[in-house]
């Protein structure tokens, strides 16, 4: 079978068109491109409209890095203040460079071919080897490739699927799933793999597993690429660090992975899962998929991000913030903005973001991520939420006082806190159970005071001066306070209407809400203190 499918041309990549794309190109607005259009037509594109927030994430890194490479940003040799300047002439040009683009696609060409059956074929981000080293008759499946789909004996929720008869993939669809592999693959059991004689069935996780990545968001593809690059050190050697694509050789799986030595190769080549996709003959659809492991050693920590939030655990190790489906984007705003963020956990804004102001103050912020386990194959949920415009809020040196910002989302969270307590206590008064774990009434809660304290949130936000000269930034905050307790205490008041109907339940319920107003003194001893 002949290589097919070159990702370069193929439709495979879902965008949303800017609406004046028409007018600079007759090649009309399809609902989906490929990776040349995407990147020649960049400035035409509003954004990437991939469903999956992994997979999102995923194609991002992989534009970053092409990005990178396309305009001579993957280098800054002569320093960052250089390397800003050139990133300026670009924008001025309000396009990326096609004769760049055009470069770099001829001389890698033959790398982006998504099926390559032909000997020494490279198919796009696959090991062909695993056609020899892997079970045919073992593969993962097609269900297995597809992470929305359920595989083996898992329950089907949002699509019934059989893995004696499972329905193909698109390509689109698994190209796009390729990638969340990569980047969110479990560790664990995997199909089993031979090299060198020695055949082994474990594999590590991906190095964006669990995590959640926050990316600066233009008008256009074109200003979020730009936006979404930040300098290499001075001694990153472009030749060197390289992608996988670029690969001379594919690497050995018995041996350490490769080096991660500057920003493309961190973007792009940090999986520790082989994966190898089975087209049907015609080369329209996916029938099956290799899963295996990559590298039989393992990565001793996790690469380095840029989009990630880093913060300390209690043990001092640096982790990244975790995704986490129950919790609004507004709340993590401050540890984005701000250079010394409040918490116990120390979190460090991503880098990118250090850099992202200088491309727009207009910039968003989209945060993409996957709620899952850590140790363990269990996927929860996706993450996917964007703020409105607020690079034009981010520190660029420490304050001497708390920002605006900070002190906003400080209070909601505050009120967000109290609530769930009160309603706890509450609970354990009511049922008389103080090892109860009370979460039916604090679930509730959450669900009433979260949305409303998100709107309350960005309602206030808009309000906060970005010039530096207004008294306390325009932050309100006793008018801020009021707010957010009046939140909680309805949220409070509707969850417990049921129970303050008894007198038990009243008593209960009255003692519980001085928690809301934070004042200690004269209150009885919580149910759960001394549990």
């Known amino acids: 079978m002949p290589a097919t499918v070159n990702i370069l041309d193929e439709p495979l990549f879902p965008v949303w068109w800017s609406p004046d794309a028409d007018e600079h190109d007759g090649g009309g607005r399809p609902a989906r491109v490929g990776l040349l259009d995407l990147l020649l037509r960049s400035h035409e594109i509003e954004g990437l409209a991939v469903p999956d927030a992994p997979a999102h994430s ?30 300026d002439e670009v924008l001025d040009e309000g396009r990326l460079p096609e004769k760049g683009i055009e470069r770099y696609f001829a001389r890698y060409r033959e790398r982006f071919f998504l099926f390559d059956l032909q000997p020494g074929g490279r198919p796009w981000m696959q090991d062909p080897r695993l ?62 793999r031979e090299v ?7 594999a590590k996780a991906g190095p964006l597993r669990t995590s959640l990545s926050y990316h600066p968001e233009g008008d256009t593809l074109f200003e979020t690429l730009l936006a979404g690059l930040v300098p290499p050190p001075r001694e990153v050697d472009a030749e060197h660090d390289q992608c996988p694509w670029e690969w001379d050789e594919l690497p050995n799986p018995d041996g350490p992975p490769p080096v991660l030595t500057g920003p493309c190769s961190r973007l792009t080549a940090g999986s520790m899962h082989a994966v190898l996709l089975v087209p049907e003959e015609s080369g329209d659809k996916v029938r099956d998929a290799y899963i295996t492991w990559a590298y039989r050693t393992g990565r001793g920590a996790r690469p380095d991000d840029d989009y990630l939030i880093w913060q300390i655990s209690k043990q001092g190790n640096t982790y990244p913030r975790p995704a986490d489906s129950s919790r609004a984007l507004w709340r993590d705003l401050d540890a984005l903005l701000l250079i010394d963020p409040p918490g116990l956990a120390q979190p460090r804004r991503p880098k990118v973001f250090e850099w992202a102001l200088e491309v727009s103050p207009e910039l968003r912020v989209r945060a993409l991520g996957f709620e899952q386990e850590g140790k363990g194959a269990k996927d929860i949920q ?45 609970w354990r008064t009511y049922v008389n159970d103080p090892k109860d774990s009370a979460d039916a009434w604090a679930q509730e809660g959450a669900a009433r005071y979260w949305p409303a304290a998100e709107r309350e949130f960005w309602d206030r936000f808009r309000l906060l001066d970005r010039t530096g000269t207004a008294l306390d930034g325009g932050l309100n905050a006793a008018a801020a306070r009021t707010s957010f307790l009046r ?24 003692e519980a809400r001085i928690e809301l107003f934070g004042d200690r003194r004269g209150k009885p001893a919580r149910p759960d203190a001394a549990a």
């Open 58 to 87: 995923a194609l991002l890194r992989i534009l970053y890095a092409v990005t990178a490479r396309v305009t001579g940003l993957d280098e800054a040799k002569n320093g960052p203040d250089d390397w800003q300047l050139l990133r």
């Open 131 to 192: 056609r020899d080293q892997c079970d045919a008759s073992s593969t993962a499946g097609v269900n297995k490739l597809v992470v929305t789909r359920p595989a083996g004996n898992n329950h089907s929720w949002f699509w019934h699927a059989s893995d004696a008869r499972p329905d193909l993939s698109t390509v689109s669809d698994a190209v796009l799933n390729l990638l969340t592999w990569h980047y969110y693959g479990p560790s664990g059991r995997c199909s089993a």
């Open 196 to 202: 060198g004689g020695v055949k082994s069935a474990s």
């Open 382 to 426: 996706f993450v996917d939420a964007v703020t409105p415009p607020v690079l034009g809020f981010l520190e660029k040196r420490s304050a001497r006082t708390q920002p605006a910002v900070g002190r906003l989302r400080a209070v909601g969270e505050r009120f967000g806190n109290r609530l769930d307590r009160a309603l706890r206590w509450a």
């Open 487 to 510: 939140l909680a205490v309805r949220a409070f008041d509707e969850v417990t209407a049921s129970a303050a109907r008894t007198q038990r339940g009243a008593k209960a319920v009255e």
